[in-house]
């Protein structure tokens, strides 16, 4: 797929790179679900459980933000500089979370860490786009998702035994060592010819979408605490930022998230189905845990348990899919994979009250949709656009799904709050009881020292609450998940291969 080297140039070690993206999807897993499994131990430690789903929302929010940016800035000026830059970013975010004093502080870092790890994981996938022809470029993003599946089972489980033999910090802590061996790895044996061209980065359109998301996520995550005025003050200024973003990016000389790709069917249609399965991805990330803890009083080992099942169909299908989509076809892979999420996501609204054992089936059943939709997008969207736009099309295609977990968990758990009150209120019991304690519940989930004296009838009513207010939640997922199948019943009939192969390797990357 490259040009030929000039004599004495020194040629890319493509296992070496690959080693490299094999570790910052490794980071990217890890933080997304060791983070998880460990919340209700950090609430019951810092407090600020109305806080609680800002702790994801920020980190998604910057990383949907600059997700764009970052894709833009690797088309001008390469993936390597880019890269490395946003690992370095990730690392001193996860550094400065690991010493947070209080949930705030916490939540502010986790803004800082999403800066940089808006680079990670999008560049990551380009970097094997480009490395690879298409023939080859399925099986390896198979293999890739596959490792990010694996590495998620690490995850839950090992932030379970961190924060039963070791301090929370260690859960962010721990990303350091892959960092620096992935910077080590790429700065070495990753090389690139990038052309010298005009560089303009939509920092206007970063700054509207910055506006827009976070107006509107403040509005889902804490309606219940306002009133119409200030959730209609809200929803002007989320519209209207929003509003003035597409005017931006249709007048922007380098608009962050082209318009000229929306055009094309087949990557409208992926995109918006990615938002939709973000949201269904962070539902169960997100708050199976605190079910898990919560109301069934498992410990954190047993959560991260229960959600690494969904990490174990993830990789499974990933991999099988990643072999069989050239000769299948996206739109039968999506269709199947769509509808797997669905019964996925039905089975743990109906069951996951159960027992863990049942929740865990369930999160098996979503991963192997969610790994089948993935890897089908995100070969299909790589490969209908030239290396020039490759950036771009990845970059706009994980700010799809990170803006829906961002969204996803603003939503659920502006559900959680507001049910929960509701609850409360209706039981007389709002005087006596508030939101947070909740985070003593949680700690004797957690076998930990409970943060807040809990009588036994204030236990089980507070598990009460909490029990139908996540099965909202639930129910909500299975929505996203419908209306995800529903996307891509739209998806065309395309042939990965021939013209579109020889379209997206023309012009050749600049990769020695």
Not at 267 to 281: K, P, S
Not at 351 to 367: K, N
Request: charge should be positive.
């Amino acid at each position: 797929m490259s040009p030929a080297a000039p004599a004495g140039a020194r040629a890319t070690r493509r296992p070496l790179v690959l080693a490299a993206i094999v570790m910052a999807m490794f980071m990217a897993a890890i933080e997304g679900t060791i983070v998880a499994t460990s919340m209700p131990s950090i609430v019951a430690k810092l407090g600020g459980v109305q806080l609680y789903s800002w702790v994801f929302s920020s980190y998604l929010l910057m990383q949907a933000v600059t997700v764009p940016i970052y894709g833009k800035l690797s088309d001008l000026f390469g993936r390597k500089r880019v890269f490395v830059a946003g690992i370095l970013m990730f690392l001193a975010g996860s550094v400065l979370c690991g010493f947070a004093w209080s949930m705030p502080s916490l939540v502010v870092f986790r803004f800082l860490q999403g800066v940089g790890a808006g680079a990670v994981q999008p560049l990551a996938i380009t970097l094997v786009g480009d490395l690879y022809a298409i023939e080859e470029r399925g099986r390896t993003q198979g293999y890739v998702a596959g490792v990010w599946g694996l590495s998620s089972i690490i995850g839950p489980l090992g932030g379970a035994l961190i924060v039963q033999h070791l301090h929370w910090s260690w859960i962010f802590w721990i990303n350091a060592p892959f960092g620096l061996a992935c910077i080590f790895l790429v700065t070495r044996y990753l090389h690139e010819d990038v052309s010298r061209r005009a560089r303009s980065i939509d920092y206007p359109g970063a700054a509207l979408l910055l506006v827009a998301v976070s107006a509107l996520m403040l509005g889902l995550t804490h309606g219940g605490d306002w009133g119409a005025a200030e959730l209609a003050s809200l929803g002007a200024v989320a519209l209207v930022s929003w509003a003035l973003f597409i005017v931006q990016q249709r007048c922007a000389e380098d608009p962050i998230m082209q318009p000229g790709l929306w055009r094309n069917r087949l990557i409208a249609l992926a995109n918006v189905a990615t938002l939709t399965a973000g949201i269904v991805m962070i539902g169960l990330i997100g708050f199976l845990p605190t079910l898990v803890q919560g109301v069934l009083g498992g410990s954190a080992l047993v959560a991260g348990f229960a959600l690494s099942a969904m990490s174990i169909g993830w990789p499974i299908a990933s991999v099988i899919t990643g072999h069989v989509i050239v000769r299948a076809g996206p739109r039968r892979l999506v269709l199947l994979g769509g509808s797997v999420l669905l019964a996925g996501s039905i089975a743990v609204a109906l069951f996951a009250a159960h027992g863990p054992l049942t929740a865990g089936l369930g999160c098996m059943v979503v991963g192997i949709g969610l790994g089948t939709l993935n890897t089908t997008f995100i070969v299909s969207v790589q490969t209908s656009v030239a290396w020039a736009q490759r950036g771009a099309a990845t970059g706009t295609h994980m700010l799809m799904r990170i803006l829906g977990s961002a969204l996803g968990a603003a939503i659920f758990g502006g559900v959680l709050n507001v049910s929960m009150q509701r609850f409360l209120a209706e039981r007389a019991a709002e005087a006596s009881i508030s939101l947070d304690s909740i985070q003593g519940l949680l700690a004797g989930g957690a076998h930990a020292a409970p943060a807040v004296a809990l009588s036994s009838p204030l236990s089980a009513l507070l598990q009460e609450g909490l029990s139908s207010s996540l099965q909202l939640v639930f129910w909500g997922v299975v929505v996203s998940s419908a209306v995800t199948l529903a996307v891509v019943s739209g998806m065309p009939a395309v042939r990965l291969g021939g013209a579109a192969a020889s379209a997206s390797s023309s012009p050749n990357p600049p990769i020695r």
